[in-house]
Structures are given as structure tokens and as C-alpha cells.
């Protein structure tokens, strides 16, 4: 891994001075403040022009590959009521200073105790803007739509009644990639050839608990000239751990599959909603490089997933002994017994043990 104390700081320094000097022809450096166990929140608003702002609840984006954000939830495991006040305070004083009107977001760094930090404000809609529309039951895009429009947010559009008010359930985002996790993420190209979406999920609202927003159908080219996201899904449960029992199984639904050249990231995705760790909301974002320090090596099977596995691929071949009986009028089932245990798989074959 990086280097880290004293040596991580030198190094960090000789790289920051030679990225400055070459960007920008200027090599001196601002010092900021270390902030440990660091999140990444971000408060939602929308402002009219009559000086209207409505905060929603927040969004923890901090599970995060090179900065590029990976997962993004809501509401954050992080915060206090008394912190997400403050916060909705201070993205709304923002906003009035500087006099903006339509949807943007306020994003700070946080550390373990709570203490947050200004990061920057984005004067658009979010990539992740879905989960707060799921926990909000509001329509960002119809509410930006009208503010440009010179319309009034409506009564119940309020920060106190969005974001300081009851919270609806808990919302979960994962940005599916045109990426290879096994080769360390490198980008991906090639032709979609086929695509099926996972049960039940809707698109561009809040219509099931399962979401796929995305451009994709079957045959189209996946192409180096365009940013790797492919889809955005996402999931909602009265809970998070509803959430991401839901992600799970939405991933597992998810199939995406294209020529030889063409990975995406969808197993990866899955392995994070595995971690117990992520489970307990336990995500700085340091998370990905601390879990996962020599990079991604594959879902890791629990033993009784394993047995599983071992499970379905004996009966796909006894079907298959049992097709080709069919058709050739030959024999070729023994008769056999499998058992499976927590120790592994043993099979019985014409009262044979074959472990």
C-alpha cells in the first residue's frame, strides 16, 4: 500500500507540488485541516425566487473508488437530528448569500464526532439525487422544472417538514459501471447483447422499491468516448437493512452481459452490501482502500453459499444425463444420493461415496 505517517506526508507533498507545477505552473500548496475518519454528507435544497429554501434529508456518499462515488445513501448512519439541523442551517445561509434559485446541493466532510466542513456547492441535480426523491416522496425534477418556471415551492415544501421531519424509510444508490473490478477497474468497452433488469423496478420515479435509471438496450455499443456509468440502481425499504437486503438481490437479478471486452462492476457492488462492516454503517471514506487493500479479488463465497453452488451445478447435470437419455434411449443415471453438510459436499453414486 501507500506510504503512510511521516513518509505518506513527503510523498504526498512531492506528488501535490509536482501535480501543481505542472497543472498550473505554480507548485505552492494550501495546508488544510486533516480530518479524521472522514464522510462525505451532502444536503439537497431547492430554492425559489421568493426566497423560499426546502432541505432534505441528507445523502452519505462517502463509499467512494478515487473520489468517484461508488454508494450513496440516505438518510446517513452518521448523523444526529441536532447535526442534520445544523447542517440544513448552514447550506440554506448559503444559498440565500449568494441568491440561488433552482435545486443544488451543499456537500461537506464530516469526521466521527460530527464536526463538518464546507467541501463545495453543485448548482445542478445530482447523479444520486433518486434516493433523496425516495425518502423526501418528492419529484426533484418536477420541483426544479417549476422553480424555473418562476413558481412558489408549495406549503409542504418546507426543511422542517423534509428534512427535520419524519424521514420516509432509508434509500440506497449503487452506480453500475463499464469497468472490470477484477483488473483493477479498468474501463470497459464492447456491444450489449443482453440486458435484463431486475424484478419490479421501475424507472425515473418512486413508483416500487427497486429503480434502474439508465439508457441501456440490448445491442447498443458500449463506447470508450463517453463517462462509464451505465446505470443507476436503486433500492428502498422501510429500513436500511431493508435497503440493502433489496440491493442485494437486485444486483444478483441485474443481468448485463456483452462481448468479451465488455465487464461492469455489478460484482463488486454486490460484495460491498455483503461487507458487515458497511452493514454497520461504519463508512468513512477510506472504506474501499481499507477493505479492500490489494484490490478486488471476487465475491467471497460463505460456506453455505458454496454448498449451494455445488448443489445446482449436480442437478443442471443430472438434467442434462437425463435430456440425452431422452434422446439416445441409453441409461446413463445411476442411481445417486447427494448430501450436503456444513463440511463440505459428498456425493453417493450406485452406492458408492464419492467425497
Given at each position: 500500500?501507500?506510504?503512510?505517517?511521516?513518509?505518506?506526508?513527503?510523498?504526498?507533498?512531492?506528488?501535490?507540488t509536482e501535480e501543481a507545477k505542472s497543472s498550473f505552473g505554480d507548485d505552492r500548496l494550501f495546508i488544510e485541516k486533516f480530518i479524521e475518519e472522514p464522510h462525505h454528507i451532502e444536503i439537497q435544497l431547492v430554492v425559489d425566487s421568493f426566497g423560499n429554501v426546502c432541505c432534505f434529508p441528507e445523502r452519505e456518499c462517502s463509499i467512494q473508488r478515487r473520489n468517484q462515488k461508488v454508494l450513496e445513501e440516505s438518510p446517513s448512519m452518521l448523523l444526529t437530528p441536532e447535526t442534520r439541523n445544523a447542517m440544513c442551517a448552514q447550506a440554506t445561509m448559503l444559498a440565500k448569500a449568494v441568491g440561488y434559485r433552482s435545486a443544488g446541493t451543499i456537500e461537506f466532510l464530516a469526521d466521527a464526532n460530527q464536526n463538518f466542513y464546507f467541501l463545495e456547492m453543485n448548482t445542478r441535480l445530482q447523479v444520486e439525487h433518486p434516493v433523496t426523491e425516495y425518502v423526501a416522496?418528492?419529484?426533484?425534477?418536477?420541483?426544479?422544472?417549476?422553480?424555473?418556471?418562476?413558481?412558489e415551492?408549495?406549503?409542504?415544501?418546507?426543511?422542517?417538514?423534509?428534512?427535520?421531519?419524519?424521514i420516509h424509510g432509508w434509500a440506497l444508490e449503487a452506480r453500475v459501471?463499464?469497468?472490470?473490478?477484477?483488473?483493477?477497474?479498468?474501463?470497459?468497452?464492447?456491444?450489449?447483447?443482453?440486458?435484463?433488469?431486475?424484478?419490479?423496478?421501475?424507472?425515473?420515479?418512486?413508483?416500487?422499491?427497486?429503480?434502474?435509471?439508465?439508457?441501456?438496450?440490448?445491442?447498443?455499443?458500449?463506447?470508450?468516448h463517453y463517462d462509464p456509468l451505465l446505470a443507476k440502481l436503486v433500492t428502498w425499504g422501510?429500513?436500511?437493512d431493508e435497503a440493502i437486503d433489496a440491493m442485494a438481490k437486485a444486483l444478483d437479478e441485474y443481468v448485463i452481459s456483452g462481448c468479451s471486452s465488455l465487464a461492469h462492476n455489478t460484482n463488486f457492488l454486490s460484495e460491498l452490501c455483503r461487507s458487515k462492516r458497511f452493514r454497520r454503517g461504519e463508512t468513512p471514506t477510506s472504506f474501499i482502500p481499507e477493505e479492500f487493500p490489494q484490490g478486488f479479488k471476487g465475491v467471497a463465497l460463505c460456506k453455505a453459499e458454496v454448498l449451494r453452488v455445488v448443489a445446482a451445478a449436480l442437478?443442471?447435470?443430472?438434467?442434462?444425463?437425463?435430456?440425452?437419455?431422452?434422446?439416445?434411449?441409453?441409461?446413463?443415471?445411476?442411481?445417486?444420493?447427494?448430501?450436503?453438510?456444513?463440511?463440505?459436499a459428498s456425493s453417493v453414486m450406485g452406492g458408492e461415496s464419492r467425497a
Open positions: 500500500g501507500p506510504p503512510t505517517g511521516a513518509a505518506g506526508a513527503r510523498e504526498g507533498f512531492r506528488l501535490s416522496q418528492v419529484d426533484l425534477v418536477e420541483q426544479m422544472l417549476k422553480v424555473a418556471a418562476g413558481e415551492l408549495g406549503p409542504e415544501l418546507t426543511t422542517e417538514k423534509k428534512a427535520l421531519g419524519k459501471y463499464a469497468e472490470d473490478p477484477l483488473r483493477s477497474f479498468l474501463p470497459s468497452t464492447g456491444r450489449l447483447l443482453r440486458l435484463q433488469e431486475p424484478e419490479g423496478a421501475c424507472a425515473f420515479g418512486v413508483a416500487t422499491a427497486v429503480r434502474v435509471d439508465s439508457g441501456l438496450v440490448e445491442g447498443m455499443e458500449v463506447s470508450r422501510t429500513t436500511r442437478l443442471v447435470h443430472t438434467s442434462s444425463l437425463i435430456d440425452l437419455r431422452n434422446t439416445s434411449g441409453r441409461d446413463h443415471l445411476d442411481e445417486w444420493v447427494v448430501v450436503l453438510s456444513d463440511d463440505g
